[in-house]
């Protein structure tokens, strides 16, 4: 079946630096790439939609400057957390859409100290 | 608007059916689904319903869906204590495309041995 390969699955950085996300389609082609976020049990916010070729699309109240969302290819995106904050930490999950449904990655949990 | 609503919690013991109940809005949602997330994991995708059917079965797992009272419940029969964890709802509207899934807060299912 479709899976989506999200790496890492958990890191922990330091206040100020950048953490990259990325989530790989393996055997399918992810034209449009949703990217969720997730407090500790809460639900999963949606926090942008990526198109491969075009600029992401952010909901309302995520800065874009901050959560730099890159999906330069038809199974790459990638999330990056600029100049994080403890605030930052969360469950960060990606998720792609085909024909068939959706497919999710497995998550990374960040946690900046 | 687009919300979806779970309760938060539900007990059951071993051998028991659950019943997990959702009402969503959008009346254009073409797509329900129910994912289960165990901690510190991803979504695993359980089943899923288009909206111009009334019940759809897959092993232990039941769908209902009341279209008229946007009403979703998935019932597990025979509760293991392995059914433990956090079951979300979705929606999406999937006939215009690239649209993401809505999620409900989440129903923490605790299998009691």
């Known amino acids: 079946g479709a899976?989506?390969?999200?790496?890492?699955?958990?890191?922990?950085?330091?206040?100020?630096?950048?953490?990259?996300?990325?989530?790989?389609?393996?055997?399918?082609q992810a034209t449009t790439m949703f990217w969720y976020r997730q407090f500790p049990k809460q639900s999963l916010?949606?926090?942008a939609t990526s198109n491969e070729g075009s600029k992401a699309t952010y909901e309302q109240g995520v800065e874009k400057d901050k959560f730099l969302i890159n999906h330069a290819s038809l199974t790459l995106s990638t999330l990056t957390v600029t100049s994080a904050h403890p605030e930052d930490s969360s469950f960060y999950i990606c998720s792609a859409s085909r024909a068939g449904g959706y497919t999710f990655g497995s998550g990374t949990r960040l946690t900046v100290v | 608007g687009e919300d979806v609503e779970q309760s938060l919690f539900l007990s059951v013991r071993e051998g028991d059916s659950s019943v997990i109940n959702c009402t969503y809005?959008?009346?254009?949602?073409?797509?329900?689904y129910w994912y289960k997330q165990e901690p510190g994991a991803g979504l695993?995708?359980?089943?899923?319903?288009?909206?111009?059917?009334?019940?759809?079965?897959?092993?232990?797992?039941?769908v209902l869906l009341n279209k008229k009272d946007k009403h979703l419940s998935l019932r597990i029969a025979d509760t293991q204590t392995g059914d433990s964890a956090i079951y979300f709802c979705a929606e999406s509207r999937r006939d215009s495309g690239n649209t993401p899934l809505v999620f409900g807060k989440g129903t923490r299912l605790s299998v009691i041995a």
């Open chain 1, 3 to 28: 899976v989506v390969s999200q790496h890492p699955s958990r890191v922990i950085c330091k206040s100020g630096t950048s953490v990259k996300i990325e989530c790989r389609s393996l055997d399918f």
């Open chain 1, 45 to 47: 916010m949606l926090m």
């Open chain 2, 25 to 32: 809005t959008d009346s254009s949602s073409t797509y329900l």
């Open chain 2, 44 to 62: 695993q995708l359980l089943t899923y319903i288009f909206s111009n059917m009334d019940m759809k079965q897959d092993q232990r797992l039941t």
